[in-house]
């Protein structure tokens, strides 16, 4: 039973262009998200984070944007890098339970 | 300020056989939480320990256990491997204040032959 699913397991786009990756999750009992970046040999790294209170976090290049009728969840970066190319994991975190439940992951290609 | 530190980077290992794997906090994170990923399935939770105490379990077999020692250091065991066992293991640590933000370790690669 997959509660956070990334269903594009890969996405390219050209450098300087809008990266757009979603996430959806089943349960109404999650009260924080967050994105993960990981690079090979490497353990994901916190990106961005938002609270089910709002609708939307923006740090640089990252914006986060939640909207909790449709249960979804989507990270957009502006403009995309190369430097950006990397698994990007969504997470989500159980208000009782306070478990981190991850998504499977979609892998960003930017391309120069 | 090191980062999470984990030992073995890889290791080898053959169907039945046990592993234990070692993680190091950041230095004052007492909050620690093992992950298991494999291609496709993304990170699987398999347990968080604070204090010592096991606070979160996910659904592993009871094949997979832990402990955390007092200075917030923990360990992972997996006993009777089996060839689906094959993954990277992360660790991650964080402050008791922030569970949100977990730092994670490189990994462990273990592969079961």
């Known amino acids: 039973d997959q509660q956070v699913k990334q269903n594009s397991p890969s996405l390219s786009v050209q450098e300087g262009r809008i990266s757009i990756l979603n996430c959806d999750y089943t349960n109404s009992m999650f009260d924080y998200f967050l994105w993960y970046k990981k690079y090979p040999a490497e353990g994901p790294t916190f990106l961005i984070s938002i609270s089910s209170i709002k609708d939307k976090n923006e740090d640089g290049r990252f914006t986060v944007f939640l909207n909790k009728s449709a249960k979804h969840l989507s990270l957009h970066i502006v403009p995309s890098q190369p430097g950006d190319s990397a698994v990007y994991f969504c997470a989500a975190r159980g208000v009782n339970t306070g478990k981190l439940i991850f998504g499977q992951g979609t892998t960003l290609q930017v391309k120069p | ?113």
């Open chain 2, 1 to 113: 300020k090191a980062g999470v530190t984990q030992t073995p980077r890889y290791l080898i290992k053959t169907r039945g056989q046990q592993v234990t794997l070692s993680c190091s906090p950041i230095s004052g994170h007492r909050s620690v939480s093992w992950y298991q990923q494999t291609p496709g399935q993304g990170l699987q939770f398999l347990f968080e320990y604070f204090s010592e105490t096991q606070r979160n379990k996910g659904n592993f077999p009871g094949r997979f256990s832990g402990r955390q020692f007092s200075n917030s250091r923990s360990e992972m065991n997996v006993s009777t491997l089996e060839l689906g066992d094959s993954a990277l293991y992360l660790c991650a640590s964080s402050l008791v204040g922030n569970r949100n933000t977990q730092y994670f370790g490189p990994g462990t690669r273990l592969t079961v032959l």
